[in-house]
């Protein structure tokens, strides 16, 4: 094994004698290097690359021009040079001072003059061996800073800060397995985009979500939210794991108010790229679920299980674009800082109560987010109402049955519709809307029951969740003329 030395003594005898004792030695070939002062050895650092550097530095203390002492504290100076050993080679006796010496100036051993042949080399070979431990301790730690950089980098991309340090900083981080909290669920999901990525080319389509996604994905990280998953143009994100907090609940709550007004800045970027405005519904539910390492050992997913993340996804699927919807747990959770807009009993598939879900508008206390308070809409009434058929949808399954109903009042973007047939509040309807001369104007109108007026005859207002542009125009011009009117 090839050991780079540097000898720096100003005594030709004493370099003479380091020189024969460590070429003497079967171990290790030394390449030995030599100057007389400290001055003439540090000329020569500064002309090494830093694979040339000496592995060991033999530095007599007492020299003319420069003294050993001196020296040292320049190569304490660089980041280089100060990783190399230094030997120091002293006449002093006083073993005490000399050692309080060395201390002060970082040495990293000595040696009296004389010295003894195989005391020098024992010495040295300690000094070699410590050296290339650290070296490699320094490599591997490096390696290991790239490896961890990279899994930041990576893992950054999908999960949240605190999650990514769980799997770097614990021995199991990435263990399989679970353990059973309280925590916060998030469901988001834009109103009607299947309908609107039928109408685009794919690339537009999956811009429009990465754009939807680079938004809000910082918010939810802002609020020490976890990303679960992303389910097509849908966010499933927890609160509560993996680092629990008291405020768990009323920072889903503040992050979700905060996501929809940041649905002004999506919107905007869409119109400067040339794509239609979108519209978000959330949905949270608080409750006990398991959260861990999920999956199997070739793939593993940071995820929660349990009825409540259920439960959050049926909340959502009540919502309409800009709404927030929220368990009783949540509420509850959540106390009195909550601006409440709605509340309504209802009864999801899949549950065997009813459960009471409330719209939250806004939060007080260290937040400070609302919404715009809700206006009443007026709707313009038409004098020749407009002939549509409607089915009922729940999730992604439409019935087979189809209704016949008129829009007898409208503004662009809501309506009320009469039929023969009672409607629940908060069901989603696909439509088919004719113009006057009984022509199809679009077969992909959808909308959500947003109040039920009355029972006998039907009458309920629905908000459009997706308008073709076919149909966006028709609308239009179809309110506006009766407004004018």
Known sequence: MDVKVLIVDDSK?????????????????????????????????CGCEPDELPDIIILDRNMPNMTGDECIRMLKLDD???????LFLTAQNDKKEVVKGLANLE??????????????????????????????????NKHLEKANQFIRKTFGRYLSDEVVDTILESPNGLSLGGEKRTVSIMM?????????????????????????????????????GTIDNFIGDAILAVFGAPTQREDDAQRAVACALEM?????????????????????????????????????HKR?????????????????????????????????????????DDQIEVKPKGIKEPIVITEVGGIGDKFNIFLPEKVLIELIELKKPLNIKFTIFA????????HKGKIVKLVTKMAEIKTKVAVEKLTNLKIVLY???????????????????????????????????????????????????
């Open 188 to 224: 988001t999901d834009l109103r009607g985009f299947t309908a609107i990525a039928e109408h685009l080319p794919a690339e537009s389509v999956v811009n429009m979500i990465n754009l939807y996604f680079e938004v809000v994905t910082e918010i939810i990280f802002k609020y020490q």
């Open 260 to 296: 929809q007004l940041a649905m002004k800045e999506v919107n905007k970027r869409n119109r400067d790229a040339g794509y239609p405005e979108i519209a978000m519904g959330i949905g949270i539910n608080t409750g006990w679920v398991v959260v861990g390492n999920i999956g199997s």
């Open 395 to 402: 999730g992604k399954h439409i019935s087979d049955k189809s």
């Open 80 to 86: 280089n040079w100060r990783l190399i050993p230094v």
């Open 13 to 45: 005898m004493i370099r003479m004698k380091v020189c024969q004792i460590l070429e003497s030695d079967k171990e290790y070939r030394f390449i030995l290097n030599i100057s007389e002062d400290g001055e003439q050895a540090l000329r020569y650092l």
């Open 300 to 340: 593993t997913q940071y995820s929660v299980i349990g009825h409540p993340v259920n439960i959050a996804s049926r909340i959502e699927s009540y919502t309409v674009g800009g709404q927030i919807l929220i368990s009783e747990s949540t509420l509850n959770a959540c106390g009195s800082i909550l601006r409440i």
């Open 435 to 485: 113009n006057k001369a009984g022509s199809k104007v679009t077969t992909d109108l959808y909308a959500k029951v947003t109040e039920v007026l009355s029972e006998s005859p039907s009458k309920f207002r629905v908000a459009f969740t997706f308008i073709p542009p076919e149909a966006q125009s028709f609308l239009e011009k179809a309110s506006k003329k009766n407004d004018k009117d």
């Open 107 to 140: 040495a990293d051993d000595y040696l009296p003059k004389p010295f003894d042949d195989g005391e020098m080399l024992a010495r040295v070979k300690v000094l070699v061996r410590i050296k290339r431990a650290e070296d490699q301790t320094r490599a591997l």
